[in-house]
């Protein structure tokens, strides 16, 4: 889940980490610069300490981005130990960084990182640059600003690094004009699917392959673990839901609370709208004018607008529209639309109204607020205020009960229970992947079922924030182990396996005789006859094909160029058990003049990225071979959340 995550948090260019302050500093530590050598080191790079309090600090910061990412689901123990090799990564990338700066000597001054300070966006204000925000925002981070200073020189001194590594690298114009003549080939290949189908029925499977595909395929047929759940949830919904309602009570709510209630007026409308702008002539205006009118007479007569929008929706001679608006305030619609509807009771509808957009019917559907605020037009929305506001109040309430209780009894919930009045439920067996719905799909509740806390130790769950209303907390009633599965109940798979691995097997041997009598000379007629299938042609053939099973466009694009007219062959295994033989009749790349300058350019910049990336990784993977680098693990183990 997590193997990309270096790629995106080891950037080397500072002005871009600060600038968009994703990683707040992960390496920091400030305690490297203003400590001394008291506190433990979590590594040793040449001569220099990682202190444990930079790794904790880094590690928290790629913690807690990855479980922002992450949303509700949960990290695993594998998670948290691949997020602290990386957060180790980070620390060492940067001190050997560091260390090869310091050794060559490069050097940013005060003025540069001053320079480069005032031009991060986060610490200006509306007069630009502002000191104010910027002690602010670094005081956030937890730093003093020489030490965020301090940093940022170290990062600028890298970034001339790097600098000065990739931009040896050079692709020239000819290079890049090649290039792109080659990704803009085309190809005439001539391919045909050998399915692996047409093996399955002539085979057949014995009782004593099927007993040694078992045995030698046991993996496979694991059933695995479940367990079944006992817990308590606390819903702030369900307690709006039974909260006692009584008028007065609401009456007297509305009155402490009236001002929320008093709204401007807003009226809800459908309109039709035929349009005829004022550039339109008179003409189209008139006929357009009278085709509302016609509308307006369907509308009256009791014809609905579905069936007024299905005739005028396919109708080009005129441009219909039919909107369904929610409450609109005064001065929203067009003046001459908005005069109108001020001016409707609910229930009404408009004569024809012309505005500088063309012809509109108006239909009043409710209005709200204004003259319209009182207790009982507020009802709805007084009602529901009410029960959520006496819901928090016992939600909170509940919710340290639930934590305390659960923590002090951690063998039951039988007291969480009779403490909080809440009831126990129970859940069906699921495994490690889920139930199907409801709570236990829910990632945290399968994490922290599967904890070792709970499924071994045997107690509570922590309480789990299963969303911003609703909590729980749980604990295994009944844990049934990882099985093998009989082999009767597997006895379908396996001869399907066995089936599919044999027609998979002959399809292969069945391509590979096809490409020798290729290769010996054969017409594709006379082996499509022979063999019994069929060739696909297809000409100007690009890499972009969508039209081409993808792995036989791939495999027509590895092959090499036809030579002396001769088809260049080649095959390949299928997802599907078939099997793909493939033949390349010939390469057409396109001439120079053909590929546009922009195209050139581009191709350029990219084969100069990618080469400087791959310089920089060799300069970064030789200093670090070099480098004596000693790594404490049990005191990395030890850091936790």
Same mark, same amino acid.
């Given at each position: 889940m997590l193997q990309t995550i270096r790629d995106k948090t080891t950037g080397w260019l500072a002005i871009a980490i600060v600038a968009v302050l994703i990683v707040p500093f992960a390496f920091w530590g400030i305690n490297y610069y203003f400590t001394g050598g008291t506190e433990p080191s979590v590594a040793k790079v040449n001569n220099a300490d990682i202190k444990y309090n930079q790794f904790q600090r880094t590690y928290a910061n790629y913690r807690q981005q990855m479980q922002a990412m992450l949303g509700n689901r949960v990290m695993g123990p594998a998670d948290e130990e691949l997020l602290k090799q990386q957060a180790l990564d980070m620390l060492i990338d940067s001190e050997l960084l560091n260390q090869v700066t310091r050794k060559i000597k490069l050097a940013a001054s005060d003025d540069q990182v001053r320079e480069t300070i005032k031009n991060i966006d986060v610490f200006k204000g509306e007069e630009g640059f502002s000191k104010e925000f910027y002690q602010r925002t670094v005081s956030m981070l937890g730093m003093p600003p020489?030490? +965020? !200073?301090?940093?940022?020189?170290?990062?600028?001194?890298?970034?001339?690094?790097?600098?000065a590594v990739v931009e040896s690298e050079f692709v020239s114009r000819q290079a890049a004009e090649y290039a792109a003549r080659l990704a803009n080939q085309e190809r005439n290949v001539t391919y045909a699917i050998i399915p692996a189908e047409k093996f399955i029925e002539s085979i057949e499977v014995s009782d004593e392959q099927i007993e040694k595909f078992y045995k030698e395929n046991t993996k496979l047929y694991i059933k695995p673990e479940q367990v079944r759940i006992a817990y308590i949830s606390l819903s702030l919904d369900k307690l709006a839901e039974d909260v006692h309602i009584d008028e007065e009570d609401l009456r007297t709510y509305y009155e402490a609370n009236k001002a929320k209630y008093d709204t401007d007026e807003q009226r809800?409308?459908?309109?039709?709208?035929?349009?005829?702008?004022? &550039?339109?002539?008179e003409e189209i205006k008139e006929?357009?004018?009278? !085709?509302?009118?016609?509308?307006? !007479?369907? &509308?009256?007569s009791g014809q609905s607008y579905a069936d007024i929008a299905r005739v005028y929706t396919a109708n080009k001679d005129f441009d219909f529209t039919i909107s369904e608006y929610g409450f609109l305030g005064r001065g929203i619609l067009e003046p001459e639309v908005d005069e109108v509807v001020y001016s409707m009771q609910k229930d009404e509808i408009s004569d024809v109204v012309q505005s500088k957009l063309g012809f509109h019917i108006l239909a009043l559907r409710d209005i709200k607020g204004g003259v319209m605020n009182t207790f009982e037009n507020s009802h709805a929305d007084v009602e529901n205020d009410y029960r959520k506001e006496q819901a928090e109040r016992q939600f909170f309430d509940l919710a340290d009960q639930l934590a305390t209780?659960? +923590?002090?009894?951690?063998?039951?919930?039988? &007291?969480? $229970? $009779?403490?909080?009045?809440?009831?126990?439920?129970?859940?069906?067996?699921?495994?490690?992947?889920?139930g199907v719905e409801g709570l236990t799909s829910n990632p945290k509740v399968i994490a922290a079922s599967f904890s070792e806390d709970v499924l071994k130790d045997g107690h509570n769950s922590e309480v789990l924030e299963l969303s911003e209303t609703e909590l729980a907390v749980?604990?295994?009633?009944?844990h049934v182990p990882s099985s093998r599965r009989p082999l009767e109940d597997v006895r379908d798979e396996i001869i399907h396996d066995i089936k599919f691995t044999t027609a998979s097997g002959q399809a292969y041997e069945l391509g590979q005789e096809v490409i020798a009598d290729l290769e010996a000379g054969k017409e594709f007629a006379t082996i499509s006859e022979d063999r019994q299938i069929e060739w696909q042609e297809v000409t100007a053939l690009k890499r972009a094909d969508v039209s081409v099973n993808r792995a036989v466009l791939r495999t027509a694009f590895r /092959?090499?160029?036809?030579?002396? !007219?001769?088809?260049?062959? #080649?095959?390949?295994?299928? #997802?599907t058990g078939d099997y793909a033989v493939i033949a390349v009749i010939a390469v057409n790349i396109p001439e120079p003049a053909t590929i546009k300058d922009a195209e050139i350019e581009n191709t350029q910049?990219?084969?100069?990225? /990618?080469?400087? $990336? $791959?310089?920089?990784?060799?300069? +970064?993977?030789?200093?670090?071979?070099?480098?004596? &680098?000693?790594?404490?693990?049990?005191?990395?183990?030890?850091? #936790?959340?």
């Open positions: 020489a030490a +965020y !200073e301090q940093q940022m020189r170290l990062d600028m001194m890298s970034e001339q690094l790097q600098s809800q409308v459908t309109q039709i709208l035929l349009k005829a702008e004022d &550039i339109s002539t006929a357009t004018r009278a !085709e509302a009118n016609k509308i307006l !007479e369907r &509308i009256r209780t659960a +923590y002090e009894h951690p063998d039951t919930l039988e &007291i969480t $229970a $009779a403490e909080t009045e809440l009831s126990i439920e129970e859940s069906e067996f699921f495994s490690p992947t889920g749980l604990r295994v009633v009944e /092959l090499g160029r036809p030579q002396e !007219e001769k088809p260049l062959l #080649g095959g390949i295994s299928l #997802g910049k990219q084969l100069q990225a /990618l080469r400087s $990336a $791959a310089s920089w990784k060799q300069f +970064y993977e030789e200093i670090r071979s070099a480098a004596k &680098i000693r790594v404490f693990k049990d005191r990395i183990s030890n850091t #936790g959340f």
